[in-house]
């Protein structure tokens, strides 16, 4: 090393001793060859220079940015004196040149260390498909080794076995991919929205920057600036989207907490609306699991309701009218023409496409008559208290009877009616069926649905009237029928008043209205024995002889009926076939139900969310 310092030192010298040469001699252009040549020799000893210098740093200096002349030996300062490490480190080269390989040595390492973590990460992959290949190529092993034991259809009935198998693993692992898949889709979206909405405070701040002359003052947010809403220009194909964790949280927050007086200022029946929207969406992207199991959860979750209130007449009634909506969704929407020809095109072209889902419109159908049949069983048990005071009792015309009972009939205070003493009335009648009529119409119940349940309704009253008429001989008698009639006719009058006249309700009642005019009408002669059997049709022969063997006089001027004229009128019943052979009406009867196809004209579309309804994660698509 010393013996280079000395040779570059002399270089330096005769390359000065050139330059004065050249500066004195005519030979300039041979010289100024010699010196380029020098020069180049001079470059290369230098670099050598440069490397020895690099080498001796990193064997003698560690971790240090200068030299310690302190801490060196007296070898070391015989080998390298102050003066030479001076020249040594003449300009920072050294400094620079340690810097630099330290560097160097930095990335080389990190380099290494990415290397060796990448090799071990493909050896554990090696790794771990061979275990498997090895755990695969033992399994093949005993599948041939049981192959070759059993006959031949057992061996194909393995192999089918075998294929299910590997298919369904493979069908995991699809699964597993599109999850992955979707996650990474959800998260986009999540950046998506949030640039959007950046983007839209952008904008809303560029506006409030410029507003326009004149304009009044907008109206502030919470954090005191301008409140903007974006207006937005898509167009909406009647679904809604949700994702398959959410379906729990749906059913939840549309039908299980869902309380019928929270829905009252909402559209009739929106949770409908909504399922079906949400089945849509699912049929369009081709989910069956999706469909099967929103459908399920569904009937699920309103038996569930049911089955906790079920005395509640307005969450019965709100999920009949619920129910058979979305069975008339799934008819109007199901693509058959029987159905379809009241649509408009838009209608139409939010048909279902996939799937037919006709069995489970039978299980929603199935389900709507359950629902009504513990409708008419609330009903029944509301009016059943009332059906007596305030048909038979109470005397809704004051001073017919006189406050007279029938002769030889004790005195019954206790269950005479009367409202001021908080017994119920025929007034008390008339109100709850209002209150029944103006549930089932906020809840956008069907109105031939709502006709067959007071046709229901009025049978009840009807036989309850009847059945007890037959069996108090104190009710029989000329006042009381009248009484019975008058009660009836405001019972059609609030038909009438309901629009209800052509609902069978009132048809319903006839055989009480036969009763009250056979306890008013003549009873003497044979001409009135003919009158008899030819008005009151609906009442059976027994209830008519019943009646006239109970009929008794409250006063003098009132006959009782006579032997003779019951006689002529078994005799001409005798020729009656009745319907009927019990004196009793059927108090359990009810007519068949039926749901008629009640399109609907609003677009899916146009359908918006409350947000009382707590289903912020449904996505209009």
Same mark, same amino acid.
């Given at each position: 090393?010393?013996?280079?310092?000395?040779?570059?030192?002399?270089?330096?010298?005769?390359?000065?001793?050139?330059?004065?040469?050249?500066?004195?001699?005519?030979?300039?252009?041979?010289?100024?060859?010699?010196?380029?040549?020098?020069?180049?020799?001079?470059?290369?000893?230098?670099?050598?220079?440069?490397?020895?210098?690099?080498?001796?740093?990193?064997?003698?200096?560690?971790?240090?940015?200068?030299?310690?002349?302190?801490?060196?030996?007296?070898?070391?300062?015989?080998?390298?004196?102050?003066?030479?490490?001076?020249?040594?480190?003449?300009?920072?080269?050294?400094?620079?040149?340690?810097?630099?390989?330290?560097?160097?040595?930095?990335?080389?390492?990190?380099?290494?260390?990415?290397?060796?973590?990448?090799?071990?990460?493909?050896?554990?992959?090696?790794?771990?498909?061979?275990?498997?290949?090895?755990?695969?190529?033992?399994?093949?092993?005993?599948?041939?080794?049981?192959?070759?034991?059993?006959?031949?259809?057992?061996?194909?009935?393995?192999?089918?076995?075998?294929?299910?198998?590997?298919?369904?693993?493979?069908?995991?692992?699809?699964?597993?991919?599109?999850?992955?898949?979707?996650?990474?889709?959800?998260?986009?979206?999540?950046?998506?929205?949030?640039?959007?909405?950046?983007?839209?405070?952008?904008?809303?701040?560029?506006?409030?920057?410029?507003?326009?002359?004149?304009?009044?003052?907008?109206?502030?947010?919470?954090?005191?600036?301008?409140?903007?809403?974006?207006?937005?220009?898509?167009?909406?194909?009647?679904?809604?989207?949700?994702?398959?964790?959410?379906? #729990?949280?749906? @059913? +939840?927050?549309?039908?299980?907490? !869902?309380? *019928?007086?929270?829905?009252?200022? %909402? $559209?009739?029946?929106?949770?409908?609306?909504?399922?079906?929207?949400?089945?849509?969406?699912?049929?369009?992207?081709?989910?069956?699991?999706?469909?099967?199991?929103?459908?399920?959860?569904?009937?699920?979750?309103?038996?569930?309701?049911?089955?906790?209130?079920?005395?509640?007449?307005?969450?019965?009634?709100?999920?009949?009218?619920?129910?058979?909506?979305?069975?008339?969704?799934?008819?109007?929407?199901?693509?058959?023409?029987?159905?379809?020809?009241?649509?408009?095109?838009?209608?139409?072209?939010?048909?279902?496409?996939?799937?037919?889902?006709?069995?489970?419109?039978?299980?929603?159908?199935?389900?709507?008559?359950?629902?009504? #049949?513990?409708? @008419? +069983?609330?009903?029944?048990?509301? !009016?059943? *208290?009332?059906?007596?005071?305030? %048909? $038979?009792?109470?005397?809704?015309?004051?001073?017919?009877?006189?406050?007279?009972?029938?002769?030889?009939?004790?005195?019954?205070?206790?269950?005479?009616?009367?409202?001021?003493?908080?017994?119920?009335?025929?007034?008390?009648?008339?109100?709850?069926?209002?209150?029944?009529?103006?549930?089932?119409?906020?809840?956008?119940?069907?109105?031939?649905?709502?006709?067959?349940?007071?046709?229901?309704?009025?049978?009840?009253?009807?036989?309850?009237?009847?059945?007890?008429?037959?069996?108090?001989?104190?009710?029989?008698?000329?006042?009381?029928?009248?009484?019975?009639?008058?009660?009836?006719?405001?019972?059609?009058?609030?038909?009438?008043?309901?629009?209800?006249?052509?609902?069978?309700?009132?048809?319903?009642?006839?055989?009480?209205?036969?009763?009250?005019?056979?306890?008013?009408?003549?009873?003497?002669?044979?001409?009135?024995?003919?009158?008899?059997?030819?008005?009151?049709?609906?009442?059976?022969?027994?209830?008519?002889?019943?009646?006239?063997?109970?009929?008794?006089?409250?006063?003098?001027?009132?006959?009782?009926?006579?032997?003779?004229?019951?006689?002529?009128?078994?005799?001409?019943?005798?020729?009656?076939?009745?319907?009927?052979?019990?004196?009793?009406?059927?108090?359990?009867?009810?007519?068949?139900?039926?749901?008629?196809?009640?399109?609907?004209?609003?677009?899916?579309?146009?359908?918006?969310?409350?947000?009382?309804?707590?289903?912020?994660?449904?996505?209009?698509?």
């Amino acid at each position: 090393m010393t013996d280079l310092v000395e040779e570059n030192k002399k270089l330096k010298n005769d390359i000065t001793n050139l330059r004065q040469a050249v500066a004195d001699s005519n030979t300039e252009e041979e010289l100024v060859k010699q010196l380029d040549v020098l020069t180049e020799e001079l470059m290369v000893r230098r670099d050598e220079v440069l490397t020895l210098k690099t080498s001796m740093v990193d064997q003698n200096i560690e971790n240090s940015d200068q030299w310690d002349k302190e801490t060196m030996t007296d070898l070391d300062l015989y080998l390298y004196p102050p003066e030479y490490l001076e020249s040594l480190n003449e300009d920072g080269e050294l400094m620079q040149a340690y810097l630099t390989q330290k560097e160097t040595n930095r990335l080389l390492e990190a380099q290494m260390q990415a290397s060796k973590k990448n090799s071990e990460f493909q050896e554990q992959e090696l790794r771990n498909e061979i275990a498997a290949l090895k755990e695969e190529n033992i399994r093949q092993q005993k599948l041939l080794g049981q192959n070759l034991q059993l006959t031949p259809e057992a061996r194909i009935e393995a192999n089918l076995q075998h294929e299910i198998t590997r298919l369904t693993a493979d069908n995991l692992d699809l699964r597993e991919e599109v999850e992955n898949h979707e996650k990474q889709q959800r998260r986009l979206k999540k950046q998506i929205k949030i640039l959007m909405k950046r983007q839209n405070m952008q904008g809303g701040d560029q506006s409030a920057l410029t507003p326009d002359a004149g304009s009044e003052p907008s109206p502030k947010d919470d954090e005191g600036g301008p409140h903007v809403k974006t207006k937005d220009d898509r167009v909406f194909m009647g679904m809604l989207e949700y994702r398959k964790e959410d379906e #729990q949280k749906l @059913i +939840k927050n549309l039908i299980i907490d !869902l309380k *019928p007086k929270s829905a009252v200022n %909402m $559209l009739p029946g929106l949770p409908a609306y909504i399922l079906f929207m949400c089945i849509r969406h699912a049929d369009y992207i081709g989910d069956d699991n999706k469909v099967k199991s929103l459908l399920t959860g569904t009937i699920n979750g309103i038996k569930r309701v049911l089955k906790k209130r079920n005395e509640d007449f307005e969450t019965v009634s709100f999920w009949l009218a619920n129910t058979c909506r979305l069975l008339h969704n799934l008819k109007q929407y199901s693509g058959e023409d029987s159905f379809a020809n009241q649509n408009n095109k838009q209608q139409n072209e939010h048909c279902l496409r996939n799937f037919d889902l006709t069995e489970y419109r039978q299980v929603l159908s199935d389900l709507a008559v359950h629902i009504y #049949q513990m409708m @008419i +069983k609330i009903m029944e048990s509301k !009016l059943q *208290p009332m059906i007596v005071p305030g %048909m $038979l009792e109470h005397e809704a015309i004051p001073g017919v009877s006189g406050g007279a009972r029938p002769t030889g009939m004790r005195q019954r205070t206790q269950s005479i009616s009367d409202e001021m003493g908080g017994r119920y009335t025929l007034n008390s009648i008339l109100k709850q069926l209002s209150v029944f009529h103006s549930i089932m119409t906020t809840h956008g119940m069907d109105p031939e649905l709502v006709k067959q349940t007071f046709r229901q309704t009025f049978y009840i009253i009807g036989a309850g009237t009847l059945n007890n008429l037959l069996l108090r001989k104190e009710m029989c008698h000329w006042s009381k029928g009248m009484q019975i009639r008058y009660n009836v006719s405001q019972l059609e009058e609030w038909c009438r008043d309901h629009h209800l006249s052509d609902s069978g309700a009132i048809q319903s009642l006839e055989p009480v209205i036969q009763a009250a005019q056979l306890l008013q009408v003549n009873k003497k002669t044979e001409e009135d024995a003919k009158a008899i059997c030819d008005t009151c049709k609906k009442l059976s022969s027994q209830q008519i002889i019943k009646i006239l063997n109970l009929y008794t006089p409250v006063n003098e001027f009132e006959e009782r009926v006579s032997i003779s004229f019951i006689r002529i009128i078994q005799a001409r019943l005798k020729e009656r076939k009745d319907i009927q052979s019990t004196l009793l009406l059927d108090t359990k009867f009810s007519y068949p139900v039926t749901f008629p196809f009640n399109p609907s004209s609003l677009q899916l579309d146009s359908i918006q969310l409350p947000e009382a309804l707590n289903v912020t994660f449904l996505r209009k698509v």
